[in-house]
């Protein structure tokens, strides 16, 4: 039977090419480097005599959604890189929409990058589980208190604040002009506002959008109330309230004037940018990033855009919140020295000021975020809005799993359908806050 | 059958010509309903994909393109899906081969020995065929985790083993049962194992049945998305269903490069569809009318 | 070797065609190698089969069983720490709205999507038995949802039926009915899972229509002249000739239907992603979405086996009618 032989040889052959084509394809890197921490007040172009750091890193950071924004960011690689030989700097960008799940799914799988880029509100609920290692971040830097909050537990750092960003009111000044209005300063005068574009152009005045939960849930806080108020270790959510409902009443009722297509209850905001964009609206929440987005994707609107501070809510105030991301390192990484080398390098100040300015965020630290204040006309207002009017949603890890479960824009969608009133969807959301809080 | 007798009037010729042609207008319409509704999609797709961007977003649609954009391929491609065409292959040729080598071998054997619980064998495989693929899903991915293979791309290969199995050892099976025995016998009074007999006279003369379930398996395994979902994490070790989808959620409101991604996902399995698709009924109905 | 055994003309034999019998015990003083053929081989080429068939279905589905009664979430992977809860998980499954929703939507659903697929897989099969010209183009098309797979299918029936830029919204208010002009089939979950539904059936009747077909073809032509001359109309040999010679092959087609149709998942997730507000959740999507984006495995298998016991029950009525239906076998 020397021929079956052979041809089971030959398919065993086969099959261990083939073995090793997949492994090859599909292995995980284990080199480890070694290294020490490069000295961070060193500007990075001359540093020749840095410590020896080699290997392969996984870095996984948001999709910003602008070319260039994902070119800067390449571009920081391939600067660390050339500083650095025997170092590759492997990044994978991922939507924001799918991120939570994808590291959910990672953690639990063991599947995880070294360095990633994790948004305040989710530092603490993986922090919790032991996700991270602990940092340092280099010392005689100011960080802004809210991400540096946010990166903290019980005394211990987990994450280098990385980017800030606030949203405030991007508005079509030609718009304006046209239906003679001007910027509203309040909720009452937004509604005015808005029905005047309405009725003497054929934009939309401003698209309210059920899976845009930013846009949402600060108008509790521009209401007078809170999310969740802590007492202590335990924590009491606020929907169910006046300042509740009288947020979701006012969100209802700017959805009741059919300012948005139907389809507007599943958009994100994503789809309100991309809208507005096209010229779909006179007015968006939106953050600097999604206005460099806009104007890259549609130049001619440039000299045709405003900003201004959100409208302020009944309770005087017109707080949103303050977001940004910080950068984490895994405690599955078998890289994390050369993780940390990497992360200290993004957050250097020329580095992280060229990030900011390229993609209109606020860099982490608060003489950076001082600088963009009150500095371009247009830009400044974020920064403005971010340094006294914005705010923290509550820093814990049941945060992570409210926003991964997304407890408040599933009741918004069903108040916009009309499945529910508006003190069933703040009970309906207190109760979901509630079961994560545990 | 009950013969039925006529109890209508005699047909006038006339009113049998116009019988006739009123049908076949109607079958002419019918067929004409089924095919667009069979094929507008891929059509619709395909064209999307070259249209310019202002003949997409626009309420009014545009039937066929003033102008031909092919730059969304290129952009697709640079977008990572070599890669995760080159994944899709790869795990779909490792599930097949391997999954061919099992159900072949068992198939054989159910279909020629007297195992014992032979009977209870085969309804096994039956029932396994009930089982959702969530179902298995979660301790299967705690085992991969355990084993380290959620990072590499064997894991996907071994996880669709079982639901490529069940399905590939029914038609293998029954093919080898509609192969009369006396071909291995005459090989075996020659001299062969049982095992040589199987080899060198059987196996070929199976090829229809291993080429049905070669078949199955392969795009069974190349359309799957739960397990991809789930096992992957790396973005380059995704394959082409998660990609894409990844990528629609990525692109979500470029129309146009996600036709593109589609079409370039689809139309591959499309020509080999209609290549093989005579082998894959006549495999799969042959699976069952044996049982 | 010769392929030609001597002594025997090929294609004759002494045994009746069809299964054959094991091979003879050894008689004494045999070779091992025959021993081994009809003892060892058969059971070395089963292993590998029952090795895959255990080890990847056999286990996790009793792990997952197993892990249905514990409190198992994303630490419990991290330390190993999990602990009995008992019924809990199920009666959270049963008494939380959105879940027991999620499973009326399984059975609802699915059962519409196989009266769907059957009533288009068989008005196609008839029709591709008649003679006209075309036909065998028209085979050709109809194989085409059949192979497009599920991602890619989703994503194009989403664009044809979007809101403000989809086809099929432009097609129906041209035809006067304006409410369509803009309409959201997504934002409600009847209308997401009519759309979800046309996709599955547009995927499902080319494999209905094409068995069919090849059943109806074996309906031999003489029965049906004699039919036709006999003066009956169409529809009576339809109704009393093709069915219930069909029925058979309906009825397989009808159980495999129901299996797959209570099962599809990726269809959901590209669709409406269970929404609007989870309500277009079928059991297979919550069972993922509770495991994997909750990291409620202990739920997430609760609800699989919940799903799990469905079919089977579905499949034991099925197989019930079927016997009655063959009261000789």
Known sequence: MSLAIRKTLSLLGGGAALALVLTACGGDDNDDGDATSPDETTPPQEEEQQAELSGELTVWIMEPGNPDVQATIDGFGAAFEQMHEGVTINIDYVPWANAHDQFTTGIAGGQVPDLAEMGNTWTPEFAEIGAFAPVQPPAGVEFVEGLAQSATLDGTTYGYPWYAGARALIYRTDIFEEAGVDVPTTWDELLEVGDTIAAETDVAPIRPAGGYQHMFQPLIWNAGGDIATQDGDSWTPGFDTEAGHEALSFFETLWKKGWSPEGAVQWNSVDVRDDFANEGAAMMIGGGWDLRAILGANPELEGRVGTALMPAGPAGNQDVFAGGSNLVVFQESQQQELAMAFAEFMIEPENAKEFADQIGFLPGTVGGVEETVGGDELFGVFGDQFVNHSRAYPVAGWWGKVEGNATIPTELQRLMLGEVTVEEAAANIDAGIADAIG | ?291 | MSATPSGRRPGTTTLAAGPSPAPAEPRPGRSYRQLFDSRLLPILLVAPAIVVIGGLIGYPVIRTAWLSFTDADLSSLVSGEMSFIGLDNYIEALSDPTLRRAAIATVAFGLACVVGTMLVGIAVALLLNRAFRGRTLLSVLVLLPWAIPNVAASLVWRWIFHDQYGVLNWALSSLGLSSFDGFAWFNNWFTAFVVIGVVVIWQSFPLVSLVLLAGLQTISADVMEAAKIDGTTAWQRTRLIVLPLLKPLLLVLIVISTIWDFKIFDQIYILSGGGPARRTEVLAFTAYREAFTQSEFGLGSALAMILFIILIIVTIVYIRLIKDEEPTR
Not at chain 2, 16 to 31: I, N, P, Q
Not at chain 2, 49 to 77: A, C, G, H, M, N
Not at chain 2, 179 to 207: H, K, N, S, Y
Request: net charge positive; hydrophobic share 55%; glycine share 6%.
């Open chain 2, 1 to 291: 059958m009950t013969a039925l007798s006529a109890s209508r009037p005699a047909m006038t010729a006339a009113r049998a010509r116009r019988r006739r042609r009123t049908t076949s207008v109607l079958t002419h319409l019918a067929a004409l309903a089924v095919g667009v509704f069979s094929v507008f999609p891929l059509f619709w797709m395909v064209l999307t994909s070259v249209k310019p961007q202002s003949e997409i977003v626009t309420p009014e649609p545009v039937w066929w393109p003033s102008s031909f954009e092919f730059d969304r391929y290129p952009f697709v491609l640079e977008a990572g899906f070599t890669a995760y065409l080159r994944n899709s292959l790869l795990v779909a040729a490792g599930t097949t081969l391997l999954g061919l080598v099992v159900a072949t071998f068992a198939g054989y054997a159910l279909a020629r020995f007297n195992l014992p619980l032979r009977r209870y064998l085969v309804l096994l495989i039956l029932t396994t065929q009930l089982f959702p693929l969530v179902v298995l899903l979660i301790p299967l991915f705690i085992v991969m985790r355990n084993l380290g293979l959620l990072g590499s791309l064997w894991g996907l290969v071994i996880a669709y083993l079982a639901f490529i199995t069940p399905l590939t050892i029914w038609i293998l099976r029954g093919f080898f049962l509609s192969i009369p025995t006396d071909l291995e016998e005459a090989a075996q009074i020659d001299g062969c194992t049982r095992f040589g007999a199987m080899w060198r006279v059987i196996l070929p003369l199976a090829g229809p049945g291993i080429a049905a379930s070669a078949i199955f398996a392969w795009i069974a395994a190349w359309n799957e998305f739960l397990m991809a979902l789930t096992f992957i994490r790396a973005d380059e070790q995704r394959t082409l269903p998660v990609a894409l989808a990844q990528f629609a959620g990525l692109e979500q409101t470029d129309h146009g490069a996600i036709m593109a991604a589609s079409t370039m996902f689809t139309v591959p399995v499309v020509i080999f569809f209609l290549f093989v698709h005579k082998r894959l009924t006549t495999g799969m109905v042959a699976g069952a009318v044996k049982g």
